[in-house]
């Protein structure tokens, strides 16, 4: 099993910041590819970014060039750094893990992504 715990959010005015944090425990080896996922009020969730152990990276385009997934050296914390925020970021933000990316591409929505955090809520006002 792999618990997520999931920190960073909050409030912000459009064009501005939030980081997004996300610790994995237990079997780790289980979480290559960890990232994050959003679902707005009455919108199917959607997968935002994700990371292997690689480096390789996954983005939506919605988030291309505005938003950056990193990890930590021991691979087992990921970063989202949110940058020129848009109302319609706003949304619950589900850190997510699995072996695998593929999770992040189809089925849409994750719903084959394994381990999940509690959701961290990010709001963005105009």
């Known amino acids: 099993q792999v618990q997520l715990v999931e920190s960073g959010g909050g409030s912000v005015q459009a064009g501005g910041s939030l980081r997004l944090s996300c610790a994995a425990y237990?079997?780790?080896?289980?979480?290559?590819?960890m990232g994050w996922f959003r679902q707005a009020p009455g919108k199917e969730r959607e997968g935002v970014a994700a990371i292997d152990t690689g480096g390789d990276t996954f983005y939506a385009d919605s988030v291309k060039g505005r938003f950056t997934i990193s990890q930590d050296l021991a691979k087992t914390t990921v970063y989202l750094q949110m940058n020129s925020l848009k109302p319609e970021d706003t949304a619950m933000y589900y850190c997510a893990a699995d072996v695998t990316c593929m999770g992040w591409v189809r089925p849409p929505g994750g719903e084959d992504v394994k381990y999940w955090g509690q959701g961290t809520q990010v709001t963005v006002s105009s």
């Open positions: 237990g079997h780790t080896y289980l979480s290559h590819c």
